[in-house]
């Protein structure tokens, strides 16, 4: 009778359990507007700008002098060369060497961070409250008094060789550097890696004449966000990086993507993957239908339920992490779709992500399916701006791309006000598949006779 009893409890608790798991969740919140908290802004007489923004009730702030000068400001003989500067910078004042450097950060709490990339230089960090006017000076005193000592050049320059010796064994690198060049040229965009030459001929007065040319005041926004005193970060300001020079005016350098309908095949001999990147030059952030856009990349291929993510990781089991992006670079913007698929499925895919990207720009989803891809990208941006150095790159890309508060103030609306309609014909107008770039790293012999092995198939129907 127990054993009976038994079986009869664990079966219905089976029936209770399937039940159970097919209720439907409840459905989730829908993210609010976000309204960014009073900024100050003060532009001072050496044209440096300064964004203070009270946020949050955690004791630190964060502390961050973006310059507008990096990798697009190297000439095509000097690639990388910014970011030596940035190591360079690293080393120290001539007050403080690097471990001096160190030791106060970390007193204050935090740490210093210095980092190069293709349109900025950031000086920043997080420190306790009370610490913030003095991780201003100190920021002040290195990017005015930057030691740049020759003896630390040598090693530095070894660990760049050992980063490009390092990345250009990787599949992924290696299509980045093919996708970007067919897509720049000889444009600065298009040039991902310098040569060991180029490095070995970098001196401290080869960094110093960049640094020269390149940083100043006019150049930078200092942005500090969090918990602090105002009046003694403003003091704090006056104090030390309005002293700085003026240095040249912000100047970007003109540079346009061009579409390239070519495939490109580099060679790895018997991988058992091939890397895939195909895209094409679409709006930059500045275009009135670049949210629209933000949406239909992630019902694309931008978000782990996107169609593309669904069809070639979910349903054909071809690839682990497929994913696109809008990949935005001052005065430019890709997108793209990378995936590391199997070998012997590599042109499968490409036919697969062909598929869905001329689906979607013919047929429009359902609201339904467009509701989740909102929740998600409004929810994104709510994350983002949780936090001190997520309210910084908010503001920085508002800078950056000359875009008004309003882009903040209204994108979640803006994200739900995107229609299916809109969706399908932002993707039928800027993701033309028929005009991408496609660029596959792997097996060159498997790959050619899969494309053969296709177009026989399709002389065939």
């Not at 020269?212 to 970060?233: H, I, M, P, T």
């Amino acid at each position: 009778m127990k054993k009976i009893f038994y079986i009869t409890f664990i079966a219905s608790l089976s029936v209770f359990t399937a039940t159970a798991q097919k209720e439907t969740p409840p459905e989730g919140g829908v993210a609010k507007d976000f309204k960014l908290s009073a900024k100050q802004i003060q532009k001072h007489a050496n044209g440096l700008r300064s964004t203070l923004v009270h946020y949050g009730t955690v004791p630190k702030a964060t502390i961050s002098l973006i310059i507008k000068t990096g990798n697009v400001h190297e000439t095509t003989n000097q690639i990388w060369l910014a970011d030596l500067t940035a190591r360079l910078l690293r080393e120290g004042t001539l007050k403080m060497n690097f471990a001096e450097l160190s030791k106060k950060t970390a007193m204050m709490g935090g740490s210093l961070n210095i980092n190069a990339g293709l349109a900025q230089t950031t000086i920043s960090g997080s420190v306790l409250s009370e610490y913030a006017p003095a991780f201003i000076q100190l920021i002040s005193d290195l990017v005015i008094n930057p030691a740049f000592p020759a003896s630390e050049v040598e090693r530095l320059k070894s660990d760049l060789k050992r980063r490009l010796a390092t990345q250009k064994a990787v599949p992924q690198a290696i299509a980045q550097e093919k996708f970007f060049e067919a897509m720049y040229g000889d444009q600065r965009y298009g040039k991902t890696f310098p040569t060991d030459q180029m490095i070995s001929g970098y001196t401290a007065e080869t960094v110093k004449e960049f640094y020269d040319q390149n940083f100043g005041a006019k150049r930078s926004v200092l942005y500090v966000v969090g918990s602090f005193d105002e009046s003694a970060v403003k003091k704090a300001i006056g104090a030390s990086l309005t002293k700085w020079k003026g240095g040249p005016e912000v100047n970007y350098p003109k540079i346009t993507a061009m579409p390239v309908s070519d495939t490109m095949i580099i060679d790895r001999k018997a991988a058992p993957q091939t890397t895939v990147m195909i895209g094409l030059p679409v709006l930059t952030p500045d275009n009135k239908d670049y949210v629209p856009m933000v949406v239909t990349n992630s019902m694309l291929g931008g978000s782990f339920g996107s169609r593309i993510t669904s069809n070639i990781r979910e349903d054909k089991g071809y690839t682990y992490s497929p994913f696109s992006s809008l990949n935005n670079r001052k005065g430019s913007s890709i997108w793209i779709e990378q995936a590391d698929v199997t070998s012997e499925h590599t042109v499968e895919s490409l036919l697969e992500i062909e598929k869905e990207v001329k689906k979607l720009g013919a047929i429009e989803p359902s609201k339904d399916e467009l509701k989740g891809i909102q929740n998600y990208e409004a929810g994104i941006f709510v994350l983002q701006n949780s936090s001190p150095g997520g309210i910084i790159g908010q503001l920085n890309f508002l800078d950056l791309y000359g875009l008004p508060d309003s882009y903040l103030d209204n994108y979640v609306k803006n994200i739900h006000a995107v229609t299916p309609a809109k969706v399908t014909q932002t993707a039928n107008t800027y993701i033309q598949y028929d005009k991408m770039a496609k660029v596959m790293v792997g097996d060159k012999e498997g790959i050619e006779k899969q494309i053969k092995t296709q177009k026989e198939k399709l002389k065939a129907f």
